[in-house]
């Protein structure tokens, strides 16, 4: 398993690396909330902060690559900003294509008692061009009615639908990582590592490196090693580092409990046994 993960300053850490060197760069930055892990600032200023991130990340970029970045709602008194929104001119301004705004949906969060509860946040996947890696086999979804036939024409009493699976679309249903998820530690926002499977089998081949700027307590570079790729990662918070460390221990030794892929979310509302 090839990784690096390091405490560190992501501008600090990332001027030391090479162009181009990674073929997916997935992180979901601060959203200048004020959580332990951050210093809430000026709205414009967060945003400048964020620019520079992003230079470096598409100096990062293979030229084959993609840049996910995954983002909720910046909220003030109330008022609520999207980030992804905000951030959009930065990306088009390094002339990068969006191919997706993909929706993660998770059924959990906070209440909100004067406006709907936010239950989604967004990933925006961002590539340099119009060559770049994707596979779509790997990541296929069950399709609702897999033995479906063409009824009439050339193909008539033939399957209808791809026997792989179907396209799992652009809105994504995972449970985010709370006190009964399995890969829960003590950091308050993690990934759920099998969101950023999906990425990793869909954008990049094995062999090929992973990057998160703001690596948390490692669930990019866990995902990138569970399929044989290389992980890169950093982050300013010490603990949180150590906990990244660990965890790839504990994948190494084959015992990193994950949310498997695939598996179908809880629903209280169907029969014991039906989900």
Known sequence: ????????????????????????????????????????????????????????CVRLLHPQGSLCW????????????????LLYPVFLDHGLKLRNRIIWHFGHGLHCSRRLSGRYETINWWTKGDDYTWHLDPIRVPSKYPNKRHFKGPNAGKISG????????????????????????????????????????SMTDRGDAVFDPYMGVGSTIIAALKHDRAGYGCDVVHEYVRIARQRIKSLQAGELATRPMGKPIYDPNLPRGGH
């Open 70 to 85: 995954q983002v909720g709602n910046y909220v003030d008194n109330g008022s609520i900003a999207p980030l992804d929104a």
């Open 162 to 201: 791809n026997p792989k699976g179907k396209n799992p679309s652009d809105v994504w249903m995972f449970p985010n990582v709370k006190s009964n998820h399995p890969e829960k530690t003590e950091h308050p926002c993690q990934f759920p590592v099998e969101l950023v499977e999906r990425l990793v089998l």
């Open 1 to 56: 398993m090839n990784f690096e993960v390091t405490a560190s300053d992501n501008l600090a850490y990332m001027t030391k690396l090479k162009d181009g060197m990674f073929k997916l760069i997935i992180t979901s930055p601060p959203y200048n909330l004020g959580k332990q892990y951050e210093s809430r600032c000026p709205l414009d200023a967060y945003l400048e902060s964020q620019k520079a991130v992003i230079a470096e």
